[in-house]
Structure formats: structure tokens, C-alpha cells
Nanobody, 125 residues
Framework: VTLVESGGGLVPPGGSLRLSCKIS????????VAWFRQAPGNEREFVAG????????YYADSVKGRFIMSRDNAGNTVYLEMSNLKAEDTGVYYC???????????????????WGQGTQVTVSS
């Protein structure tokens, strides 16, 4: 499974961005997909996740009400719609997937087998 993120950039506070994660390879091995982010000097943190099929997305408390995660019908692309962006949203955003993840591990980056290269999001005036 190969994951490729796109859509990052520089945006002022209060602005919006849409990130995409293109999934190549057996999508059955990317049933669970999540977004993580990492700011300089910080650990990688969970942002949002889609656990298998048929579940609603899960979100970190810091992004609830501002970010929306979705997946296209074919399952090949995952999106992260980000609005009302804040300076603390700045970081490299990564897409990750795993075929065997259990729900209790959704927020743990160490549990994911497949990662994209990341896309930089900078929120600054």
C-alpha cells in the first residue's frame, strides 16, 4: 500500500485547506485510515481517523467542529477538510493506514504499518 498526501500550504489564521491522501495498492489493506500531524519538537499526534468501513470518523478534541474527514466511494482517496485554522494546527500532516488495527489503537501512530511522506501545513499571517 502506498499513500501520497497533497494539499498542504500556507494559510492565514481562520482560513481553510483540504488535504488529500491517495491510496494505491490493495485498498483492503487500507481499511483503517487516519491523519496524524507533527509540529517541530513535538511527537506525532492523532488528528482524525476512519476505522474500517461503516464507522463515523473519530477526531482529536483539538479539531472537533473544525475538521472533517471523509473517503470517496471507491475507497482510493481520503480527505481532510480543515476550516477555521489556527496557528497551533501548523505541522506536517501524514496519512497512515493499517489492515489489522483495532479500534482501541486508532490514535496510536506506532500501530500503523503504512505512511505517506507528509504534507506541510503552515497557519500564519
Amino acid at each position: 500500500v502506498t499513500l501520497v498526501e497533497s494539499g498542504g500550504g500556507l494559510v492565514p489564521p481562520g482560513g481553510s485547506l483540504r488535504l488529500s491522501c491517495k491510496i494505491s495498492g490493495p485498498t483492503s489493506r487500507a481499511d483503517t485510515v487516519a491523519w496524524f500531524r507533527q509540529a517541530p519538537g513535538n511527537e506525532r499526534e492523532f488528528v482524525a481517523g476512519l476505522f474500517r468501513r461503516g464507522y463515523n470518523p473519530y477526531y482529536a478534541d483539538s479539531v472537533k467542529g473544525r475538521f472533517i474527514m471523509s473517503r470517496d466511494n471507491a475507497g482510493n482517496t481520503v480527505y481532510l477538510e480543515m476550516s477555521n485554522l489556527k496557528a497551533e494546527d501548523t505541522g506536517v500532516y501524514y496519512c497512515a493506514s493499517d489492515p489489522r488495527l483495532v479500534l482501541s489503537s486508532l490514535r496510536l501512530p506506532s500501530q500503523y504499518d503504512y505512511w505517506g511522506q507528509g504534507t506541510q501545513v503552515t497557519v500564519s499571517s
